[in-house]
């Protein structure tokens, strides 16, 4: 009792402070005056939060209760706000791949890169030359054709030459670029094909503005592609045009203009006992009379006047026949379009190969006898 007594004369102590749900803890939550009078007790009661430590019992279980039911209600909401952006990552990503899908199918699919490879090849084997036009007529217009003959004779001949040159370094280097740009075209198709083909979802999109940069340089450089398929103008740094004499000097250009390349026709030609039946065309062209040059030579001569068993014949038209030949011996024939004045490059002739056929025995006793 004496206890009790000694309890009951304690001066009333303090608000208690960390946590639990006393009485006294209104009195620091309190507005005012009152709040800042109670926080120095408050802060010289309790160094830090330890009711869980200092005060055991249901209030303290009910606490933790408390405490798991916010963790779990985050958690729910963390899962939630996480599966949204996954799916907005998943679209986003079958967007974009679908970007490259597309200029993979259409602007460099396997098809046009083969279509191009055929395309080079035609142009490797075609005829290039310059056209002197005036500088108001379009390349292809058959008005140029009205021009009067006497415009070659207003060129100087050393500087045409000089620009011949210049025509022939100019092809080459068309014909090499269109090479390497269409390389450069199937190594960047490859590099996209990896691409899809193995990164998944976060990686590309990490990587895809490397890949989006990728698809936008390659698609310049297939525009470039097409652009140098066409021949183009040359440029020119001095008149060809002689000022001497001339009152009035004419304004002219002069563009490559292209030649589709003469092929043997390989079901039409034909080889009898001693003579050929040769017939050609010109690919993607209508007929024209130009003029050729067919020259055939006996491959493997057996004697020393056979090695000189071979000719030249020019033509006119796209057959021609070849008499006086060896039976059943095998010649080459070789096609090409006579050389102009006009004429900067021509690197490719068709050839053919043909034996002529045996005599049959009924006409060699027939010829002797």
């Known amino acids: 009792m004496a206890t009790g007594a ?63 039911n916010k963790l779990r209600t985050n958690l729910q909401t963390i899962a939630y706000n996480d599966e949204e952006p996954e799916h907005e990552a998943w679209r986003r990503y079958v967007e974009r791949k679908n970007i ?124 470039y592609f097409l652009t140098v398929l066409v021949p183009g103008k ?18 002219i250009r002069l563009v490559l203009s292209t030649k589709m390349p003469v092929m043997f026709d390989r079901r039409e030609s034909v080889a009898h006992e001693d003579w050929v039946s040769l017939k050609w065309f010109v690919a993607s062209q209508q007929p024209q009379v130009e003029q050729y040059e067919l020259r055939f030579k006996l491959l493997e001569p057996r004697t020393p006047q056979e090695r000189v068993h071979c000719g030249i014949k020019p033509v006119t038209a796209n057959t021609c026949e070849i008499h006086n030949l060896l039976p059943d011996r095998l010649y080459r024939f070789t096609l090409k379009r006579a050389e102009t004045y006009t004429l900067v490059y021509e690197q490719w002739h068709d050839s053919i190969l043909l034996k002529t056929k045996p005599y049959l025995e009924e006409e060699m006793e027939i010829s002797m006898s």
């Open 6 to 68: 000694a309890c009951k004369q304690n001066p009333k102590p303090g608000p208690r402070v960390g946590g639990g749900g006393g009485r006294g803890e209104p009195k620091i939550k309190a507005k005012g005056g009152r709040e800042a009078a109670l926080a120095p007790a408050a802060a010289a009661a309790a160094p830090g939060p330890t009711m869980l430590n200092r005060s055991p019992g249901m209030r303290n279980i009910g606490t933790i209760g408390v405490y798991f």
């Open 100 to 223: 490259v899908l597309e200029f993979l199918h259409s602007d460099l699919s396997l098809h046009v890169i083969k279509r191009h490879h055929k395309r080079i090849d035609l142009l490797k084997k075609c005829s290039y030359y310059i056209e002197i036009l005036p500088k108001h007529l379009a390349l292809g217009d058959q008005n140029y054709l009205m021009l009067p003959t006497t415009m070659f004779q207003l060129i100087d001949p050393w500087r045409f030459q000089r620009m011949k040159k210049i025509g022939t370094i100019q092809t080459k280097i068309q014909l090499l670029l269109l090479s390497d740009l269409l390389e450069e075209l199937e190594r960047g198709r490859e590099e996209l094909v990896f691409f899809l083909e193995t990164l998944d979802m976060m990686t590309f999109l990490s990587r895809w503005d490397i890949i989006k940069q990728r698809v936008s340089s390659l698609s310049e450089k297939m525009d």
């Open 234 to 251: 040359l440029y020119i740094k001095h008149r060809l045009v002689s000022d001497v004499g001339i009152t009035k000097i004419p304004h």
